[in-house]
């Protein structure tokens, strides 16, 4: 008995030009079904050249796989071309899911975010931006950050958490502003912190500029208003009291540079007054000259002590200026009354005195100071030459006058 005759094979599978189209006309219609969902769903209508050709590559090729197994059973049996049908429709379905995958997990760039990453990412600024800004538990610049890396990758899935985005730099400046209103005029290192973090939000967020800027001006207004307070509480002629608020003042400036001017200005009132206050005997007229030059020469020296925000070379000029035009009115009071005594030499000891005493101090301020230091100088050395050279004996020194005897008053006469 013979074998019964083999089946048939199956024709070549050819070419078919259609079957092709009809396989892209099928990607194309599921990436814009991928697309339509996508942003049905909230996460944006961007479409990326890599994800969409890794979506539309699995959809082709699962389409021809599963196409070209149900054509190449369809001379055979019904059992087999209803396995082949089941097959094919179970590669076509793989095709869709791993299109599906593509378009969820391929990186719209390489080293760019997949879209499961960016929606995360969105979820977590979304939270972020409905927080307040709270002290040291947030950063501005990576908020920031994060939200451009996303506007960069899926730009129409952070267009939606702009309007976020701009109500939290509003709240946020505000809160800086609030910051600055609760922090004391004297808590310079407080403000310093409140500064750094609003500082950090204009940075990252511009827009916030004009807020923080407006409410550090204020507080900083406040802040000189307060150190002045205080700095004309202290008594005039206190040197060590001025000195010793200093370090708050100086504190002020380094971090506030704005503030300096109006610090300097303050210490150079406090420097005035206290100047006018020690010069009040030197001032009058009836004064004894060598008294005013000491005074002067004292009220310097202590100036010249403080510890001043300004630079040492242009500290209190004007008002080593006032002491010095006094110690030369001084100086020549004292010179014309040894010249009306006929005491050339005693006069230009004190010119020279004068002049060794003060030039440091002609020579910073400038202008004719100097001159008139050596002008005083030159002419008393002059005329005691010329005394000198007359066969004058040396003046003797000028010692103060012996003290008048006690004089007891006679007792009162009796009456008649």
């Known amino acids: 008995m013979s074998a019964p005759p083999?089946?048939?094979?199956?024709?070549?599978?050819?070419?078919?030009?259609a079957r092709l189209f009809t396989g892209l006309a099928f990607a194309l219609v599921g990436l814009m079904v991928a697309v339509v969902a996508t942003a049905a769903l909230g996460y944006g209508r961007d479409i990326h050249p890599l994800r969409a050709a890794a979506l539309c590559a699995c959809?082709?090729?699962?389409?021809?796989?599963?196409?070209?197994?149900?054509a190449s059973m369809r001379p055979l049996g019904a059992p087999v071309r209803g396995a082949a049908l089941f097959l094919g429709l179970a590669t076509g379905l793989a095709g869709v899911v791993a299109g599906v995958t593509a378009w969820l997990?391929?990186?719209?760039?390489?080293g760019g975010m997949f879209l499961v990453q960016a929606v995360m990412i969105h979820d977590v600024l979304k939270a972020w931006t409905e927080m307040p800004l709270s002290r040291g538990t947030d950063s501005p610049a990576a908020l920031k950050r994060e939200f451009d890396a996303l506007a960069q990758d899926y730009p129409s899935l952070a267009a939606g958490l702009r309007p976020d985005l701009d109500r939290w730099t509003k709240g946020a400046s505000q809160t800086i502003a609030d910051r600055f209103r609760r922090t004391a005029p004297g808590d310079t290192a407080g403000a310093a912190a409140v500064r750094r973090k609003g500082r950090e939000l204009v940075e990252a967020f511009p827009a916030a500029a004009l807020s923080a800027e407006h409410a550090e001006e204020e507080w900083t207004t406040r802040a000189v208003e307060f150190r002045g307070a205080e700095l004309e509480k202290i008594g005039r002629g206190d040197w060590e009291g001025f000195n010793r608020t200093n370090p708050d003042r100086?504190?002020?400036?380094?971090e506030f540079p704005q503030a300096k001017q109006h610090l300097l200005g303050a210490e150079r009132q406090w420097a005035m007054k206290t100047v006018l206050d020690a010069t009040a005997i030197p001032r009058d007229p009836d004064a004894d000259p060598k008294q005013v030059r000491r005074a002067c020469r004292e009220v310097e020296k202590q100036i010249l002590a403080l510890k001043s925000l300004d630079a040492p070379a242009e500290q209190f000029l004007n008002h080593r200026k006032i002491l010095l035009w006094l110690a030369q009115y001084a100086a020549n009071t004292e010179v014309g009354k040894h010249f009306a005594a006929g005491r050339y030499d005693l006069a230009y000891g004190v010119a020279s005195a004068h002049w060794l005493e003060w030039l440091p101090t002609a020579e910073m301020l400038g202008g004719d100071e100097r001159e008139r230091l050596a002008s005083l100088r030159d002419g008393c050395r002059y005329l005691a030459l010329l005394r000198e050279k007359a066969g004058y004996p040396p003046d003797p020194p000028d010692t103060a006058p012996a003290p008048r005897a006690r004089e007891t008053a006679p007792p009162p006469r009796e009456k008649p």
């Not at 997990?105 to 390489?110: A, E, M, Q, T």
């Not at 100086?250 to 380094?254: E, G, I, K, Q, V």
């Open 6 to 17: 083999a089946p048939p094979a199956p024709p070549p599978v050819r070419f078919d030009a």
């Open 59 to 70: 959809l082709l090729v699962g389409y021809l796989l599963a196409a070209r197994l149900i």
């Open 105 to 110: 997990f391929v990186p719209c760039r390489p």
């Open 250 to 254: 100086r504190a002020l400036a380094d």
